[in-house]
């Protein structure tokens, strides 16, 4: 699912996100409905995003092997623009997500919520293009991706087959933009920011100087 997001730049230089309407009250309907499947149809949901965007990570390079001095970087690090993110920047953000939301659905099962999750961070500029990971390679990227997505998926298989069948759901933090989710509702949502990037990742390398290696 390609949401094809667009971004305007406001007065102060701030990109601000929009979709139209129908789409983000789709996704909104999405993770909803969703949150109330069967547990394996929820499983199944949460882990195919992961899939999907590691499979766009598969034969990227960390470094260029062309030997052009004009052109050292590698695939990962290639930006389309000075401003724009490279993969390697796209893989520190999905990594940054999903190890906040890990920790964020972890408390909110508990009733409470973690630190630093007060009603700053639920202010557009504290959430949208969030990255608090940096990475040096791909590789290092995609091994923290993969252990931080464990963590939401863990999270999935414990509530949705009854092993936190008192898990509260009654909490909720909101998004930005689509409103106020609830824990397992925001491990749903992942499934939304995985195929949000995953295109992102595909117009990077389609983009004109992507590194041929």
């Given amino acids: 699912m390609n949401l094809d997001l667009t971004y305007t730049t406001d007065a102060d230089g701030t990109n601000v996100m929009s979709l139209p309407d129908e789409t983000r009250a789709w996704v909104i309907a999405f993770v909803r409905e969703n949150a109330q499947k069967p547990p394996a149809e929820m499983e199944a949901i949460v882990q195919q995003g992961q899939r999907d965007l590691l499979a766009a990570l598969d034969g990227v390079s960390d470094k260029s092997k062309a030997g052009d001095p004009e052109r050292s970087e590698g695939q990962a690090s290639f930006k389309p623009a000075v401003d724009e993110w490279s993969i390697l920047d796209v893989v520190a953000h999905e990594v940054s997500v999903k190890r906040s939301i890990g920790a964020l659905i972890a408390a909110m099962r508990d009733g409470a919520l973690p630190p630093g999750f007060g009603p700053h961070f639920e202010e557009a500029k504290a959430q949208d293009g969030f990255i608090?990971?940096?990475?040096?390679?791909?590789?290092?990227?995609?091994?923290?991706?993969?252990?931080?997505?464990?963590?939401?998926?863990?999270?999935?298989?414990?509530?949705?087959?009854?092993?936190?069948?008192?898990?509260?759901?009654?909490?909720?933090?909101?998004?930005?933009?689509?409103?106020?989710?609830?824990?397992?509702?925001?491990?749903?949502?992942?499934?939304?920011?995985?195929?949000?990037?995953?295109?992102?990742?595909?117009?990077i390398k389609a983009a004109p100087g992507y590194p041929a290696t």
């Fill in 132 to 203: 608090a990971a940096r990475f040096d390679t791909l590789a290092e990227a995609r091994e923290a991706a993969q252990a931080a997505h464990e963590g939401i998926a863990a999270f999935v298989r414990r509530f949705v087959r009854g092993m936190d069948a008192s898990a509260n759901r009654e909490l909720t933090f909101r998004h930005y933009y689509f409103g106020a989710f609830n824990a397992i509702e925001w491990a749903i949502f992942l499934r939304i920011h995985d195929d949000t990037h995953t295109p992102q990742i595909a117009k």
